[in-house]
């Protein structure tokens, strides 16, 4: 069950003393919380105009999106949810937190708001989570920008699939509940340039799991690497119904977890798509190749 106040509901259940960490110069925007099954999910909505959506992955939240929401938000209404177990969005520890679920809960909240006319930007398991939401309603999704993500099974694919068995298991559940493995050190590890994520930058990655019980939703999506092949699938197998839209690919090209051999896939099944690489970026655009991205979306317009 759904519910709000209205489209833009500005109801916040957690208090200043417990965003104590959230630097306001850096992420200035109103938060916005919405009710789904029980859960506060908490968002961005900023600006007017046609609407731009953002969806992370993990163990990013609508932090990560902060400069594209602030350079767009004169031109566009944006938008950013932060997914279930998330950011500043609950994270109750027994939740369903399958990428299905996400998407789900994704759907749930454009029709909430009544988006109509998207222009939709997926990164990391914001991939499959929000390119499913295109599928489902294609004309309602004209615009796409792909970047550093995937929509197909992890099945044969030999590296993915050791990461999954290793951080799926019991062994990656400890790693990542209680030593809070993936925002502490996978993240770090994955940018081209580690000076970019500053220790005050860090530190918005780390607080939202601040106990084991937060950091349940990073693991489950670490074994539904593998757990839901068949979901990605069955996404991959109705891809042609992104042929419609507008498609910009841009990616990192220094992505050790999703190399150039992902873009070219993207790439044999979106020949119409415009591809723009970003040689000095690694997995973490938004961050790493802010600007690029930003007029990547602005591109998409024109």
Do not use: C
């Not at 900023?46 to 609508?62: N, R």
């Not at 594209?68 to 994270?91: M, Y």
């Not at 998407?103 to 499913?132: C, K, M, N, Q, W």
């Not at 607080?207 to 839901?228: G, I, K, Q, Y």
Request: glycine content about 6%; aromatic content about 10%; hydrophobic content about 40%.
């Amino acid at each position: 069950m759904l519910s709000s106040l209205d489209g833009r509901d500005r109801n916040s259940h957690q208090n200043s003393e417990t965003l104590a960490w959230l630097d306001r110069s850096l992420y200035p925007f109103e938060r916005r919380t919405f009710e789904l099954d029980g859960h506060r999910l908490s968002y961005v909505d900023e600006g007017a105009g046609s609407p731009v959506l953002f969806v992370h992955g993990t163990p990013t939240w609508s932090f990560l999106w902060r400069e594209q929401l602030r350079a767009l938000a004169g031109e566009h209404r944006v938008l950013a949810l932060d997914n279930l177990g998330f950011g500043l969005s609950d994270k109750p520890p027994h939740a369903d937190y399958t990428p299905a679920a996400h998407a789900r809960r994704l759907e749930a909240f454009v029709a909430h708001l009544g988006l109509t006319d998207l222009t939709l930007v997926v990164h990391d398991y914001g991939g499959p989570i929000g390119l499913s939401y295109a599928l489902r309603h294609p004309r309602d999704v004209p615009r796409l920008l792909i970047t550093n993500t995937w929509m197909w099974s992890n099945a044969g694919d030999r590296r993915v699939e050791s990461a999954g068995r290793l951080f799926g298991g019991p062994f990656g559940r400890l790693l990542y509940t209680r030593l809070n493995l993936s925002p502490r050190v996978l993240l770090p590890n994955v940018f081209a340039d580690r000076s970019k994520l500053t220790p005050q930058l860090h530190r918005h990655y780390l607080a939202p799991f601040a106990t084991p019980d937060e950091r349940v939703a990073p693991w489950v999506l670490a074994r539904e690497l593998l757990a839901s092949n068949d979901w990605y699938a069955s996404l991959w197998e109705q891809r042609g119904a992104l042929a419609h839209a507008r498609t910009t690919l841009l990616w990192g090209m220094k992505d050790p977890l999703m190399p150039a051999a992902y873009l070219a896939r993207w790439r044999e099944a979106l020949p119409h798509a415009r591809v723009i690489e970003a040689h000095d970026s690694s997995h973490f655009t938004p961050e790493e190749a802010a600007g690029t991205v930003t007029e990547a979306i602005r591109g998409l317009f024109e």
